[in-house]
């Protein structure tokens, strides 16, 4: 399995940290609120494409938050960053947050967009099945929704974070390396998602214009995005259809790798 290697960009938000790595046709990952720009299945991706991650501005070690207000912004950013990258088009594949991002620019942009792959994307509002808040709760909550294993290595993190109380005699020391990337990342997502909560009501009017033939892909024990969500991508882009992995949670890209980079590569290719 090839290794993503970090580098830095200069954009017009400042400079950007990204992953690259693989050869071949580009593909570019964009991440979810979780901030992981790194993970098996873009990994298990650098096989067969030449995979480029950035990070958002707010996350990771990525500049320009303060210039992010809203996702029109958001969009620009990414345009930019395909002009510096070379991406006249280029497959495009977002989880959740990164999900909605993509989406995004293939409205507004869909010429920049070859295909496109959504996996538990947020970003629509529909009538009583909101996407679940994920502000102002534990991480040992959110990893209730995000993982359907619990014993996944960061599922089992997030728990271990929870165990910190602000009663000195039950205080346990949680290194600041694993704190502050959850701060910022929340913080970031707040700028984009705070309200409307984690949707553009604009948005699903506007899925008409995608012209890339895309990809769903909905994780079976997802709780935190509602499946209709992914249902209403699929049904208002054209040429648009979605799946279903089995045993996989909202970030079913870390949950299982193996089935959802198959998907990706049949086809992208």
Do not use: C
């Not at 029109?72 to 991002?101: I, K, N, Y």
């Amino acid at each position: 399995m090839a290794t993503l290697a970090e580098e830095y960009l200069e954009t017009d938000a400042g400079k950007v940290q990204l992953f690259r790595g693989g050869d071949g046709q580009p593909l570019l990952y964009l991440h979810s609120a979780a901030g992981e720009a790194v993970n098996p299945t873009a990994e298990q991706l650098a096989d067969n494409f030449a995979v480029v991650a950035p990070v958002f501005p707010g996350f990771g070690e990525s500049e320009g938050i303060d210039r992010i207000e809203d996702m029109e912004d958001a969009t620009f950013h990414h345009l930019d960053l395909l002009d510096r990258l070379g991406f006249d088009s280029v497959p495009v594949v977002g989880l959740s947050l990164g999900g909605w991002m993509a989406a995004e620019l293939a409205t507004r942009y869909p010429e920049r967009v070859s295909k496109m792959v959504l996996v538990n994307p947020v970003g629509l509002y529909i009538d009583g099945q909101p996407v679940k808040e994920i502000f102002g709760r534990t991480p040992a909550e959110l990893a209730e929704d995000m993982f359907a294993d619990q014993s996944h290595p960061m599922a089992q993190m997030m728990h271990m974070l929870s165990e910190f109380r602000g009663d000195v005699g039950q205080q346990i020391e949680v290194p600041m390396e694993l704190v502050l990337p959850i701060w910022k990342s929340m913080s970031a997502t707040a700028k984009l998602g705070w309200d409307p909560y984690l949707h553009n009501p604009k948005l699903r009017k506007r899925l008409h214009r995608v012209s890339a033939p895309t990809l769903v892909i909905h994780g079976a024990q997802d709780t935190l995005a509602p499946k209709a969500i992914s249902e209403a991508y699929a049904a208002d882009i054209p040429d648009a259809r979605l799946v279903d992995v089995d045993g996989g949670a909202h970030l079913v890209t870390l949950e299982k790798p193996d089935e959802v980079a198959a998907l990706i590569r049949e086809f992208v290719s």
